[in-house]
């Protein structure tokens, strides 16, 4: 399937809970500002209404979900996401800065669930009307320390963070190998100090940006 083309420039950052992507969302929204670069930014699941109140389902411990019911919850906020958020700003020329996208769906549906490829891959990209992030990051943290962090945070896990830690071994694993195959996905040291993947991740937002206002 080829690539559609924007004015705007997709970038996404991924990894497990607590790997520090929303820290990372923070600072490059505030390092592209400073620039003057318009930046819009989203979460999944969630980001317009619709993918909000999913978002709540999906995180609620008191429901059992089944695998299919899960997988199209995230396509279905996604599906919403996509056309009321991301396609209007990346076809206004804006930069679209996404707290997860598809990969987490492979990573954790894929290499968490064990769903099939073959199921997934043509489900998400109906699910984003095709559109394809330009530069993703993953943010690679071994379990343990994902769990020491959310200790130190005093944070109770939601449905999927109470999964075990071979889940999560899954879904990192399938991140790492991941990043390997693709030349738009850099894998990153999680465990970096904060400001400084900080500059690694804005001198490639920008580079991108460069290339693409040539
Ligand atoms: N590079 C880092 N080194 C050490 N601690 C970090 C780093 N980045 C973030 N943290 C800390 O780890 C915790 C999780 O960070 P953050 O909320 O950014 O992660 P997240 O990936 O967005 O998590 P979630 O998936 O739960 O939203 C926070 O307490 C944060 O201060
Ligand atoms: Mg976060």
């Not at 924007?6 to 820290?23: A, C, M, Q």
């Not at 819009?40 to 709540?56: D, F, L, M, N, Y």
């Not at 130190?152 to 999927?160: C, K, M, N």
């Amino acid at each position: 399937m080829k690539k559609r083309k924007f004015p705007g420039l997709f970038v996404v950052i991924e990894g497990v809970d607590n790997s520090g992507k929303s820290t990372q969302i923070r600072r490059l929204t505030a390092a592209l500002r400073r620039r003057g670069v318009d930046a819009v930014t989203v979460r999944e699941p969630g980001g317009t209404a619709v993918s909000e109140k999913i978002r709540h389902l999906l995180k609620d411990r008191k429901l059992q979900v089944e695998n299919r019911t899960e997988l199209l919850l995230f396509l279905a906020a996604r599906a919403q996401v996509t056309a009321e958020v991301i396609i209007p700003a990346l076809r206004a020329g804006k930069v679209v800065l996404a707290d997860r996208y598809s990969l987490s769906t492979y990573a954790y549906q894929i290499g968490g669930r064990k769903m099939p490829e073959d199921v997934v891959f043509p489900a998400d990209e109906f699910s984003r009307f095709s559109v394809e992030p330009d530069l993703v990051f993953v943010l690679d943290i071994p379990p343990a320390e994902a769990r020491r962090r959310m200790a130190t945070a005093g944070l109770s896990p939601d449905r999927i963070e109470r999964e075990n830690s071979t889940f999560f071994s899954r879904v990192r694993r399938y991140y790492r190998q991941a990043a390997k195959a693709a030349d738009n996905l850099v894998l990153l040291d999680g465990r970096r100090d904060a400001a400084d993947l900080a500059v690694t991740i804005r001198l490639r937002v920008l580079q991108a940006l460069n290339r693409k206002s040539k």
